[in-house]
């Protein structure tokens, strides 16, 4: 990639978009790198029904033409290993979806974290700037399952592991960002204790 090119980017940082269904996470992250250079779009979601296929047909139509996507549901960090330092920015879209699809192959929340981790690491070794996308699922009610909970409870440490790495952390509600980590903002570490709540 030429330094012409790469000066288009909008410098590396992590940036985690967070809130719930609707709230307009990826309007938000999609806009955030309109123009920070050569993009890559990193989609976890897989078309395993009409409805989903239909999500994502719209999706795709509504990206910039010059962004390239790479589709991938559970090996992220080795998919993106070989291929990140050819892009000013990457585009997770979303760790909801990742963290679900992992645990359909009956991963536990160890091992999660734990690709988490390797994912961070790919960031961590290259020059992009990251936008990741996620639910918030602690807000609502208890989930009344034991699956419902333990994605609820995997998808809440990856949050805040990612959210912990971050530069910058933005929360949606009803299509408003609200930063709630950035350089003027001030925020706690990561206490490294189970919530089990």
């Known amino acids: 990639m030429s ?3 790469k000066a288009e980017g909008m410098g590396k940082e992590l940036i985690l978009v967070l809130g719930g269904a609707r709230a307009g996470k990826s309007d938000f992250a999609e806009g955030l790198a309109d123009s920070a250079g050569r993009v890559l779009f990193v989609a976890t979601a897989e078309a395993l029904d009409e409805d989903m296929a239909q999500r994502i047909a719209v999706h795709r139509s509504q990206r910039p033409a010059g962004w390239e996507t790479l589709e991938v549901p559970v090996d992220v960090a080795a998919s993106l290993a070989p291929v990140a330092q050819d892009y000013d920015t990457v585009l997770l879209d979303c760790l909801t979806l990742w963290v ?3 645990m359909l192959q ?3 929340t160890p091992h999660i974290v734990e690709a988490t981790e390797n994912l961070l690491r790919v960031y ?3 020059d992009a700037a990251w936008i990741v996308v996620s639910n918030e699922v602690g807000l609502g009610v208890v989930p009344p399952t034991p699956s419902g909970r333990a994605f609820r409870d995997a998808l809440g440490r990856v949050n805040q592991l ?3 790495r971050a530069d910058r952390v933005y929360m ?3 299509g408003i960002a609200i ?3 950035g350089a003027d903002t001030p925020h706690s570490g990561h206490s490294g204790r189970q919530d089990t709540t």
Request: no cysteine; aromatic share 0%; net charge negative.
């Open 172 to 174: 949606m509600v009803a």
């Open 124 to 126: 961590d070794e290259g």
């Open 162 to 164: 990612v959210a912990s």
């Open 106 to 108: 009956e991963e536990d």
């Open 100 to 102: 679900s699809n992992r």
């Open 179 to 181: 930063e709630i980590k």
């Open 3 to 5: 330094p012409e090119s």
